[in-house]
């Protein structure tokens, strides 16, 4: 049951922390494309505070042990190995939301982000891991399946795939895009290896882990401090966003009444978000729901392979799709429906195969090798 719960915990903070989050992304980037400092920074300073008291150390009153006057709990990975792994995590998170300022859409970063299941899989074959061919083709078809999907909604939602202009200056800055999100994608690909021998090594939590990788991050954005004002400056002049009509009625809409909140928080809620500027609620909520889809993304790596984790993830952004496809109000189209088919096909079969089959066939040549030692 235990077990359960935690997937279950798993899967909610993926699924609902990593889709929510995508739409809080485009909505500032569609506002302001070059925020992508700012959209690091925050995220990495609300999971820094949010994830803090996952480190406290808890007095265990036993004289035996001692009392300590240490607030903060002593890692099981050493400092520097977390540093290294935080500068790694900072670089490729910069590197992917810089890349917006370089003619890149969402969808199409989507598309060449999906490619991490493979990058990853090529990196641990580079470091002597071998894979099935059923493994191999599982994850090439998911691959092309998030591909089919991402360009479907794509056209479904009148998104360009393509340059709007194709001057030599515009097709230099995609360029330079391209190539920002190919270093990022072979950083994170070695990263993911590093980070699963991490937790193989050391037995690593996966808070210490969100914390760390979070908080040993930030006096990396101090050089940065004059972009980050100017970007922050922009958001903040952006208009509010004002839903104040929806609570005229003394009830409020059916919505409000569903929710087990007074209506006076909710009215107090909606009059602050009413007054703040739009870029700026969407800059919180995209740090909340990356929290959550954080959480859960480490949580997986605590306890599945790298490849295992770019799948999971590959999966989440085709779900991202078909809620975001019907949030506004398009039917799915048929490449939507293949390349769900392909996806969530191709996961099926990684999982059968990796949890299934393969354990399967080691503990019958183990079995074997115990008879033929018995004979």
């Not at 300073?45 to 036993?62: E, K």
């Not at 991490?116 to 002597?128: C, F, I, L, N």
């Not at 998104?159 to 950083?187: D, H, N, P, R, V």
């Not at 909520?285 to 480490?298: K, P």
């Amino acid at each position: 049951m235990a077990l359960d719960l935690a997937a279950l915990t798993t899967t909610a903070l993926i699924f609902g922390g990593c889709c929510s989050n995508v739409f809080a992304l485009e909505a500032i980037i569609k506002k302001e494309p070059s925020t992508g400092l700012l959209i690091t920074f925050t995220q990495f300073l609300a999971t820094t505070l949010l994830a803090l008291p996952t480190q406290f150390r808890r007095p265990s009153g036993n004289w035996d042990e001692g009392y300590s006057t240490d607030i903060i709990r002593k890692p099981r990975v050493p400092v520097r190995r977390w540093s290294f792994i935080a500068t790694a995590f900072f670089a490729i998170n910069m590197l992917n939301n810089w890349a917006f300022a370089f003619r890149i859409s969402v969808p199409v970063h989507i598309i060449l982000r999906s490619f991490g299941s493979v990058t990853t899989m090529g990196m641990g074959w580079a470091r002597g891991k071998r894979y099935s061919v059923l493994q191999v083709g599982s994850v090439g078809l998911l691959t092309v399946g998030v591909v089919v999907s991402a360009w479907a909604d794509s056209e479904g939602k009148g998104k360009s795939m393509t340059l709007e202009s194709s001057s030599a200056q515009s097709t230099s800055e995609f360029s330079t895009g391209l190539a920002i999100l190919l270093l990022a994608q072979l950083l994170s690909a070695w990263m993911g290896a590093y980070v699963e021998d991490t937790y193989t090594e050391y037995h690593a939590e996966w808070t210490e882990n969100l914390f760390y990788t979070h908080f040993l991050s930030m006096p990396l954005f101090l050089p940065l401090a004059g972009p980050l004002r100017r970007q922050y400056a922009r958001l903040s002049a952006s208009p509010p966003l004002d839903h104040r009509n929806a609570f005229e009625s003394a009830s409020g809409p059916w919505w409000a009444q569903a929710l087990p909140v007074p209506m006076v928080l909710q009215r107090a809620a909606v009059n602050t978000i009413s007054t703040t500027p739009s870029g700026l609620v969407f800059l919180l909520v995209n740090s909340l729901t990356q929290l959550a889809c954080i959480s859960g993304v480490n949580l997986l790596s605590a306890k599945s392979s790298a490849v295992t984790v770019t799948i999971v993830l590959n999966i989440r952004k085709l779900v991202s799709f078909i809620f975001s496809t019907l949030f506004f109000g398009h039917q799915l189209s048929g490449k939507m429906v293949l390349g769900s088919a392909m996806v969530f096909g191709s996961g099926a079969l990684y999982g059968w195969e990796t949890s299934w089959r393969l354990p399967r066939e080691r503990r019958q040549q183990e079995e074997e090798k115990k008879e033929k030692k018995a004979q």
